[in-house]
């Protein structure tokens, strides 16, 4: 059975930084696609940033320069840091994995507020 588990979201100040991590278990990870969404309130889901099994990285316009998503295949684990957030990122955000087939997490919330 795959597993994404989300952490590290939480509440933030703007300006502030931010990293999220997620474990993977049942899935070829080395293999695997992986991804960071954002569902904002009465929005849709929206890429934030992906990571290819080789490591090539690709973001949405909106968080060029400010997150960085990496990987860890010794640790399974997924990463996205975020610096200088701002009100626009606060969303739920999700861990994707892509291998055969899509596999997502439960989720974890950031809130950028003052």
């Known amino acids: 059975q795959v597993q994404l588990v989300e952490s590290g979201g939480g509440l933030v100040q703007p300006g502030g930084s931010l990293r999220l991590s997620c474990a993977a278990s049942g899935i070829n990870f080395s293999r695997a696609h992986m991804a960071w969404y954002r569902q904002a309130p009465g929005k849709e889901r929206e890429l934030v940033a992906s990571?290819?099994?080789?490591?090539?990285?690709n973001y949405a316009d909106s968080v060029k320069g400010r997150f960085t998503i990496s990987r860890d295949n010794a640790k399974s684990t997924v990463s996205l840091q975020m610096s200088s957030l701002n009100h626009e990122d606060t969303a739920v955000y999700y861990c994707n994995g892509w291998f055969l087939r899509d596999y997502w997490g439960q989720g974890t919330q950031v809130t950028v507020s003052s």
């Open positions: 990571i290819t099994s080789s490591a090539s990285t």
